[in-house]
Nanobody, 122 residues
Framework: QVQLVESGGGLVQAGGSLRLSCAASEGSVTKYARGWFRQAPGKEREFVAR????????YYADSVQGRFTISLDNDKNTTFLQMNSLKPEDTAVYYC???????????????WGQGTQVTVSS
């Protein structure tokens, strides 16, 4: 059972940056592709970004393309989401997840973190 723990969320002004981290409890996470999702109040959880287990082929939602960057450090069992040029509409709880597939839908992911709040003020 892989456990994921996110960190790095917080309050930031529009145009600012945050870096989210997702630490895995064990090295077997390197067998999984990794993804980030987010959920705003009253909305469904949505895909943000994903990357293969080797750290290749990053893929982003249109809404964050060019502003967010997903990366891996498999030596440290950690996934990152660098978020630049943040907008108020980026405000949400951000979740990291691990998947045997390389997908963009929630049901394709096997393990989830507890989430970290990101709030962007205007």
């Amino acid at each position: 059972q892989v456990q994921l723990v996110e960190s790095g969320g917080g309050l930031v002004q529009a145009g600012g940056s945050l870096r989210l981290s997702c630490a895995a409890s064990e090295g077997s996470v390197t067998k999984y592709a990794r993804g980030w999702f987010r959920q705003a109040p009253g909305k469904e959880r949505e895909f943000v970004a994903r990357i293969s287990r080797t750290g290749s082929n990053p893929y982003y939602a249109d809404s964050v393309q060019g502003r967010f960057t997903i990366s891996l450090d498999n030596d440290k069992n950690t996934t990152f989401l660098q978020m630049n040029s943040l907008k108020p509409e980026d405000t949400a709880v951000y979740y990291c997840a691990a998947s045997r597939l390389v997908g963009v839908t929630t049901f394709q992911y096997d393990y989830w973190g507890q989430g970290t709040q990101v709030t962007v003020s205007s």
